[in-house]
Nanobody, 119 residues
Framework: VQLQASGGGLVQPGGSLRLSCAAT????????MGWYRQAPGKQRDLVAT???????NYADSVKGRFTISRDNAKNTVYLQMSNLKPEDTAVYYC??????????????WGQGTQVTVSS
C-alpha cells in the first residue's frame, strides 16, 4: 500500500489550500485515514482523522477552519484548509490504517507535502 500526497504550497494568511492523498497498491480495506503535520524542530502532531464511516476528529487548533473528507471508492482522503495562519506552516503527512490484499494490517504514511503560510 502506498500513499501519495499532493496539494501543498505557499499561501498568504487567511487563504485556503486543499490537500489530497490517494492510496494505491494491493488494498483490501482501509479503516481510518488522517492527516498529521510536523513543523521544524517539533514533533509530528495529529491534524484530523476520519473513519471509513465518516466520523471525524480534529485537533483543537484547526477546528472550524479545516475539513477532512474521503472518497472510499477512490481510496482518497482530502483536507480542506481555510483561514490559514502562519502557525499552520508545516509538512503535512497523510496516514492510513489498512489491510492489504493478503489481509495484513499496517499503518502507512505518505511522503509529506509542504504547506507554508506567509505574506
Amino acid at each position: 500500500v502506498q500513499l501519495q500526497a499532493s496539494g501543498g504550497g505557499l499561501v498568504q494568511p487567511g487563504g485556503s489550500l486543499r490537500l489530497s492523498c490517494a492510496a494505491t497498491g494491493s488494498i483490501f480495506m482501509i479503516n481510518n485515514m488522517g492527516w498529521y503535520r510536523q513543523a521544524p524542530g517539533k514533533q509530528r502532531d495529529l491534524v484530523a482523522t476520519i473513519t471509513s464511516g465518516g466520523s471525524r476528529n480534529y485537533a483543537d487548533s484547526v477546528k472550524g477552519r479545516f475539513t477532512i473528507s474521503r472518497d472510499n471508492a477512490k481510496n482518497t482522503v482530502y483536507l480542506q484548509m481555510s483561514n490559514l495562519k502562519p502557525e499552520d506552516t508545516a509538512v503535512y503527512y497523510c496516514n492510513a490504517d489498512a489491510f492489504d490484499s493478503s489481509w495484513r494490517r499496517g499503518e502507512y504514511w505518505g511522503q509529506g507535502t509542504q504547506v507554508t503560510v506567509s505574506s
